[in-house]
């Protein structure tokens, strides 16, 4: 099986910076989830999600897993900007779980724009990212970062735009990249200014190029903690080996990290167009656990997950064995 993947070099860089990579695999490397790295799962935005944690970590245990979910992932809907100030129904059940659980992180994905899952023009986009540099949303943030430090999750690492190379979401970053880097520098300074506040920031493109080469949307390395990538199962490529050496895919996320001294991570990772992607699954696992990763969660819900989705039993059994062997 294949279940390895090592880093050994980089071609010459390109004028962005970010080079392909030339790999090979090492085969002898067993996957582990998390071996070391704090590892979860989304299962759901609000009480739905915490409520499922017991059921997940149980299902770990059945498998003869010690170690437990310790990352909660969650989103703030993008709907209305009074949602991204901080849904109660979403902070409120997951900052509880965070405070009683020792030695836990939360990760909360946080739009720039309201609403976010529309389809708007790019005219509409850029007028939006260049309002929000400007500050028309400060209070917004503002409010999130009180209303997060008050419920004890002032430590939260928060996600704001992600995959903001993609055309997904309205606040994403192709129409105006210089606009999308001013954004994301004054809300990371508005949150930072809260008393109490000290919240990391994880800059999370989708793998690959999508709509726009992410270093492009880089905002500066004073306004990043964590550089990570969302990386399912599916095209351009159909290998692992490809998305480790396809133009700002994997390789390229450790390089750029390297160079800008972060670490990574891997806030959404799972299956997608290839179905029951059990290899996949296997060389994820060996990857996020052969670099600096702050944390990873693998989405959950079908067709993506391992634990609710019952379509893909070969890749769960292979992630419920790398929990037991961690």
């Not at 059921?55 to 170690?67: H, T």
């Not at 609403?115 to 790019?122: G, I, L, R, T």
């Not at 917004?140 to 002032?154: C, H, K, N, P, Q």
């Amino acid at each position: 099986m294949f279940a390895g993947v090592l880093l050994l070099g980089l071609l010459a860089a390109g004028a962005d910076g970010v080079a392909p990579a030339r790999l090979v695999f090492d085969r002898g490397a067993e996957p582990r989830v998390g071996s070391g790295v704090p590892f979860g799962a989304f299962l759901g935005s609000g009480t739905d999600g915490v409520d499922q944690i017991p059921a997940f970590d149980a299902w770990l245990a059945q498998g003869g897993a010690v170690d437990r979910m310790t990352v909660g992932h969650t989103y703030l809907p993008g709907d209305s900007w009074s949602a991204v100030e901080g849904d109660p129904d979403v902070l409120g059940p997951w900052t509880a779980w965070h405070r009683a659980t020792p030695g836990s992180l939360l990760v909360v994905n946080v739009p720039l724009a309201a609403p976010n899952e529309v389809a708007v023009a790019d005219a509409e986009v850029r007028t939006l990212l260049r309002r929000g540099a400007a500050g028309t949303y400060d209070a917004v943030f503002r409010t999130l970062a009180e209303r997060l430090v008050s419920l004890g999750s002032g430590d939260a690492i928060l996600i704001p735009a992600w995959e903001m190379n993609g055309v997904t979401y309205a606040d994403r970053c192709a129409p105006d990249p210089e606009a999308w880097k001013a954004y994301w520098r004054r809300v990371v300074t508005v949150i930072r200014s809260v008393p109490g506040a000290r919240f990391r920031f994880d800059f999370d493109p989708s793998r690959g190029v999508d709509d726009i080469p992410w270093p492009q949307c880089y905002p500066g390395d004073a306004y990043v903690d964590i550089i990570g990538m969302d990386s399912y199962d599916q095209p351009p490529g159909s290998s692992f080996g490809d998305y480790v050496a396809q133009p700002y895919g994997l390789a390229a996320q450790v390089e750029f990290a390297t160079a800008h001294h972060k670490p990574v991570s891997y806030p959404e990772w799972g299956l997608y167009r290839y179905g029951d992607d059990s290899a996949f699954v296997s060389a994820m696992l060996a990857w996020i656990a052969t670099h600096d990763a702050v944390y990873e969660t693998i989405t959950d819900y079908c067709p993506h997950g391992v634990f609710e989705c019952a379509d893909n039993p070969g890749s769960s059994r292979v992630y419920r064995e790398a929990a037991a062997h961690r």
